[in-house]
């Protein structure tokens, strides 16, 4: 027995914070679109892989005010105490997890938005940051979860309002603050926002996950909040709503769109039609064991890191080495040069700036005989007028290709065969009555 999933073409998300923005509202949200490819089974089975017995979930609909949306509850042991895990704890367990290079990539830098926050908010470095005020776990499960969401869902571009702050004041461990939170202030510089409603309204992760999410598909990689196209048709929409109903100010909800493009008309800003920013750093390593090599790749990638790679060389006295370069987007440049620092034997990075054209990512799942499969799916981008228009591939998932060969017993390539043509048997439209 077999089924298949895939995403809809070009997904777009609008993002509504007119009432509230954390992060266990914004999957709350997800939820509540009610599409097959992200429910609450697929959060849970995340979260049980990532911190094994470690969260627990319930969900329910609930009013805010008039209004109705989804409410997710995210309990763990640290829900009534203090964490003591920082961002390299949180890295690398990501890096442990079943999400996609891209996926980890967005929540790792997620993350590092609230570590840097914390990290100005105390007067030391994101390193030395613990997750204390928002919950390492918590916050974990939220940043991932959202990671796993959008991918799953297929969202190329994130489109946002300015979310509301709230009011009066809150207690946190720097005692009784005014609202917004201090963190929540850093995330949100330089960002429209809007104060109102009674409360805080807007939580750190909220804040990161919304300036994370407004850098997606923008050429400068600035965070910027942007409405969607004047055309575009909608295909599910859900409410995620916060714990608290407060009497004052907008219900204690957000609001989230998922839709595409209209038939005809264009999103003039898609991702897979823009260049992007990206840094490519480079050392030198001619004195260092390959396993401490592999280690600072491992670090680079838990950095945030798109791509790293060697290249043999030989070096002064005819030593061979090996030129060590890692691809970085620009915000994530400092924190990759902190881990060749940290890890390797260099006297120095060297980096280059340069644009790179990206295409189109879409990710399937298949499932034969109870083994799931993922497929991704690349769309081969438009630029400078060029067009690519139905130029598709289709790679499936090593490991998974992997594990559906040993439970079939057939050669890999088998497996990769059989994991493609059940994708294009569950594409093919029915004939059926």
């Known amino acids: 027995m077999s ?26 949200g997800l939820l509540d679109l009610a599409d097959p490819r992200f429910g609450l089974d697929d959060l849970v089975a995340f979260a049980q892989a990532l911190v094994p017995g470690e969260a627990s979930f319930s969900a329910e609909s609930v009013w805010r005010g008039s209004l109705s949306g989804l409410h997710l509850d995210v309990r763990t042991p640290e829900t009534g ?13 990501l890096g442990g997890s079943r999400l996609s290079a891209d996926a980890q990539g967005f929540a790792v830098r997620v993350l590092t938005r609230i570590a840097e926050a914390e990290g100005r908010v105390h007067g030391c470095g994101p390193e030395e940051v ?29 489109y946002m309002s300015a979310p509301i702050l709230g009011s009066g004041t809150v207690t946190c461990a720097h005692g009784e603050m005014p609202v917004p ?6 995330l949100l510089r330089g960002l429209p926002q809007r104060l109102g409603g009674g409360g805080e309204r807007c939580t750190p992760t909220g804040a990161a996950l919304l300036a994370e999410m407004g850098a997606l598909g923008a050429p400068d990689l600035a965070p910027a909040f942007d409405l969607p196209p004047a055309e575009w048709t ?15 100010g907008p219900p204690n909800l957000l609001r989230v769109q998922l839709g595409r493009p209209s038939a005809g ?41 798109l791509e790293v790679w060697t290249s043999p060389v030989f070096m002064k006295k005819d030593r061979p080495g090996v030129v060590l370069s890692a691809l970085v ?23 280059t700036s340069a644009q790179r054209i990206e ?17 991704k799916e690349r769309v081969r981008p438009q630029y400078e007028g060029r067009s690519a228009d139905g130029l598709r591939d289709f790679f499936c998932e090593h490991d998974d290709a992997v594990r559906l060969a040993r439970h079939l017993g057939v050669p890999l390539r088998e497996a990769h065969a059989r994991a493609l043509a059940e994708l294009e048997g569950a594409s093919r439209p029915s004939t059926s009555g």
């Open 3 to 28: 089924h298949a999933s895939s995403n809809h073409d070009g997904g777009m998300l609008f993002v509504e914070p007119f009432g509230g923005m954390a992060g266990d509202m914004f999957l709350a």
């Open 130 to 158: 613990h997750f204390h005020e928002v919950g390492a776990v918590d916050t974990l499960v939220d940043v991932g979860g959202a990671a796993l969401a959008l991918e799953r869902l297929g969202v190329q571009r994130v």
């Open 81 to 93: 105490q203090s964490p003591h895990r920082g961002l390299a704890d949180l890295t690398r367990l």
């Open 359 to 375: 295409a189109g990512r879409r990710w399937h799942t298949v499932v034969i005989d109870g083994v799931e499969v993922r497929v």
């Open 329 to 351: 987007r620009p915000e994530l440049r400092a924190a990759a040069v902190s881990v060749l620092f940290e890890r390797s034997s260099t006297f120095g990075v060297r980096w």
């Open 265 to 305: 008309a264009g999103t003039g800003d898609s991702a897979v039609e823009a260049a992007t920013a990206v840094h490519e750093l480079r050392v030198n390593l001619d004195d260092l064991p390959a396993e401490v090599i592999g280690d600072v790749v491992v670090g680079l990638r838990e950095a945030g890191a």
């Open 181 to 186: 939170a201090p963190a929540t202030a850093e």
């Open 234 to 248: 909608v295909d599910r929409v859900g409410y995620g709503a916060g714990s608290r109903d407060p009497q004052e």
